[in-house]
């Protein structure tokens, strides 16, 4: 190694290490104040460990808590439906995000598709790419055994062949999720329930109707302090502010 990079390195490894332990610390304090039911403070900590650290699950998982404590269920639901794309299996995230829904009355449209969109969402994104990432180098380096050393003994020829067909079922289904869930990134979750979609992108614009707080909605748009969204399942779309809603994919 070159030794002009060394002390670089070191610092760089150190202050990695700083900014970990800081994020554990307030990690730390934002689970006591939680449990001294300050729900409001360990929200606002909660929510600064995700600004400088990024996202994680159950940073995520633990401000809905908080925001469900608070009886803020748009929140609730946000922070959950984020954890939810990091750690879609989880039982308990899930079981909280039912009673958030439950609560702020915001079951949305079930589809015509919630069999596929259950299927596509039994893996995060991050577990499908390397699922078809993992199926491709399989693949590719059966190929380059066969070619380096010829075909299998047929005693071995019936599993390679079984394990190089379940490797591209697996990229198949990968690439079909992904592509099902194309869309994600126009997601958003409704705020409050005093939301009013608006006819044009003013505050004193005509009011179409409320969506209804936690609702699930498809983000369009954006103009000024305004988004244009369609309410799935309704005839309800128009411009909503961007105070009253937040793409589910943080900015």
Known sequence: MNMKFLPGLI???LGNLSAFAADLAAFEQANHEFHADQFATAAAT????????????TVYYNLGNCYQRLGQY???????ERARLLTPRDPD???NLALARKA?????????????????NY??????????????????GLAAACGIGGLPRRSLRQTAIAAAALALVGMIAGTAALYHRRDEA??????????????????KADSLGSPGVGRTVHIRDHN??????????????????????????SR
């Open 11 to 13: 610092c760089l490894l």
């Open 46 to 57: 909660y929510e600064k460990i995700l600004a400088t650290g990024g996202p994680h699950a």
């Open 74 to 80: 748009g929140h609730a639901i946000l922070a959950y």
């Open 93 to 95: 995230l899930l079981a």
């Open 104 to 120: 702020a009355a915001a079951f949305g449209d079930s589809g015509e598709h919630r069999y596929m969109d259950a299927a596509a």
């Open 123 to 140: 893996l995060s994104r991050n577990e499908w790419s390397w699922l078809i990432a993992g199926g491709a180098l399989f693949l590719g």
């Open 186 to 203: 126009s997601h958003g979750v409704v705020l409050s329930d005093k939301a009013e979609v608006r006819l044009s992108p003013f505050e």
């Open 224 to 249: 000024g302090g305004f988004s244009y969204i369609e309410v799935p399942g309704t005839d309800l779309h128009g411009w909503l502010a961007d105070k009253d809603v937040s793409p589910i994919l």
